[in-house]
């Protein structure tokens, strides 16, 4: 479901504030952007630009101060919050910098629980399609404890990926691995956004990771500065072709 100029994401001049201790304070202005089915979009900036909280707003899982969110066709400020989680249910992929796994569940039964709380069929099927997607067949009965942090994060992209979203939001999903496990998830969820056509949304502050992405905006002071298309043949010419941190 798309809204009628075939955008999956619209963002129209939405601003994020709250009530601080020392005042009002505005975290976001005036963010504007589109994202096309099966676009990939990165996000990057230094910490505390914003990323992560546009991240939030983009997937409904906080509402605007001003300004509107439209995911999958549906215009997110006229759903309560209800409503915004079915919405995320049908459509929407997490996976994020710390797995957010359960420990107390084994990697099966960590997809298999998304499945059903997204109330699909095939429950089990589907859960081990997606671990033997991402090389774990041999893992399926064992917990996060059991496992190294790349493999918890497959386990965590199996499980974004088992009920075919048609957009998934990442946030620094190397972010908490070494450079070559961290590059080896990169691949395979690369790998698999484009088999499946989904639209990803990747907030990092890594710009080699950012630069695989077809389009990067980049956040300072909560607002989107510059827009950048990296190169497909040479995606490490990034943003003015720097290696800001």
């Known amino acids: 479901m798309t809204t ?4 999956i994401l619209v963002c129209r001049r939405v601003d994020f504030s709250v009530q601080a201790p020392g005042g009002h304070l505005d975290i976001l202005n005036d963010i504007s952007l589109d994202l096309n089915k099966g676009e990939t979009l990165a996000i990057v900036g230094a ?8 991240l939030g707003l983009l997937a409904g899982l906080e509402q605007p101060t001003a300004g509107e969110v439209w995911l999958a066709g549906e215009n997110m400020k006229t759903l309560d919050e209800n409503a915004r ?15 957010h796994l359960l420990p107390s569940l084994t990697a099966v039964e960590n997809v298999m629980l998304a499945l059903e709380i997204a109330g699909l069929d095939r429950v089990r099927e589907r859960a081990l399609e997606a671990l033997e997607q991402v090389g774990l067949s041999h893992r399926l009965d064992h917990y996060p404890r059991q496992m190294s942090g790349g493999e918890q994060q497959r386990v965590a992209i199996a499980r974004a990926f ?21 590059q080896a998830i990169a691949d395979l969820l690369f790998g698999i956004n484009r088999d499946r056509g ?19 905006e980049e956040i300072e002071d909560g607002r989107l500065v510059r827009s950048t298309t990296p190169d497909p043949g040479n995606r490490l010419q990034l943003i ?4 800001r941190q």
């Not at 910490?47 to 546009?54: A, F, N």
């Not at 003015?240 to 290696?243: A, D, F, K, L, V």
């Open 4 to 7: 009628s100029n075939g955008s």
């Open 47 to 54: 910490s505390g630009s914003g990323k992560t909280t546009l």
């Open 85 to 99: 989680a079915r919405l995320r249910r049908r459509n929407v992929g997490f996976v994020f910098q710390s797995f």
């Open 162 to 182: 088992s009920s075919d979203p048609v957009i998934l939001f990442a946030d620094e999903p190397t972010g908490n691995l070494d450079r070559q496990t961290g």
């Open 198 to 216: 989904t639209a990803l949304v990747l907030v990092t502050h890594d710009l080699q990771l950012a630069g695989r992405c077809g389009r990067i």
């Open 240 to 243: 003015e072709g720097g290696q």
